[in-house]
T-cell receptor
Framework: DTGVSQDPRHKITKRGQNVTFRCDPI?????LYWYRQTLGQGPEFLTY????????KSRLLSDRFSAERPKGSFSTLEIQRTEQGDSAMYLC??????????????FGEGSRLTVL | AQTVTQSQPEMSVQEAETVTLSCTYD???????LFWYKQPPSRQMILVIR??????QNATENRFSVNFQKAAKSFSLKISDSQLGDTAMYFC??????????FGTGTSLTVIP
């Protein structure tokens, strides 16, 4: 069990460019979550998947954000036409949906986005 | 909608002393989970302790324990014998099974040598 991994760890981009982040969850976890965190704030929910199905998406999320989990394993989060306000840490977490640790989130180290 | 409130943005404690972090939440649900997560500086978030709402007994994990008051919708974290490695941001979180997590804004805890 290697934990949740995210790539890249840091991304600097110019306003208007597209960026994509990847998350590899713990292999036996069916649930996968994306959160955004800005300095001094708690994680803000973006979306989550049960296997390959995207079950919920934050109403705060603009149409420039899209997430996929095509085979129920890894997930990607794409931000199109980035804006400076998108600068944040993007956190991925996975969770088992059965067993003793049901519901517990296991976080990756995050992908930090800086939009210039 | 569920909300989680942490009213203490910053706290400090002397090494080896005890500190309590506060958390309140608002929900109309009866069955849910509560968590405390720790985020050390520049490191990933990890679980400290969890509490199932249907359990009356307060959860404990070594030096960490909670005071869960369901009627008052309060979920405080007590850290005993504080250690330098406890310095971190602490987030209280609420989850209804099968639903998203809701996090508070966090409490920055500094353990002073």
């Amino acid at each position: 069990d290697t934990g949740v991994s995210q790539d890249p760890r840091h991304k600097i981009t110019k306003r208007g460019q597209n960026v994509t982040f990847r998350c590899d969850p713990i292999s036996e976890h069916n649930r996968l979550y994306w959160y955004r965190q800005t300095l001094g704030q708690g994680p803000e929910f973006l979306t989550y998947f049960q296997n390959e199905a995207q079950l919920e998406k934050s109403r705060l999320l603009s149409d420039r954000f899209s997430a996929e989990r095509p085979k129920g394993s890894f997930s990607t989060l794409e931000i199109q036409r980035t804006e400076q306000g998108d600068s944040a840490m993007y956190l991925c977490a996975s969770s088992p949906d059965r067993g003793k640790r049901t519901g517990e989130l296991f976080f990756g180290e995050g992908s930090r986005l800086t939009v210039l | 909608a569920q909300t989680v409130t942490q009213s203490q943005p910053e706290m400090s404690v002397q090494e080896a002393e005890t500190v309590t972090l506060s958390c309140t939440y608002d929900t109309s649900e009866n069955n849910y989970y509560l968590f405390w997560y720790k985020q050390p500086p520049s490191r990933q978030m990890i679980l400290v302790i969890r509490q199932e709402a249907y359990k009356q007994q307060n959860a404990t994990e070594n030096r960490f324990s909670v005071n869960f008051q369901k009627a008052a919708k309060s979920f405080s974290l007590k850290i005993s014998d504080s250690q330098l490695g406890d310095t971190a941001m602490y987030f209280c979180a609420f989850m209804k099974l099968g639903n998203q997590f809701y996090f508070g804004t966090g409490t920055s805890l500094t353990v002073i040598p």
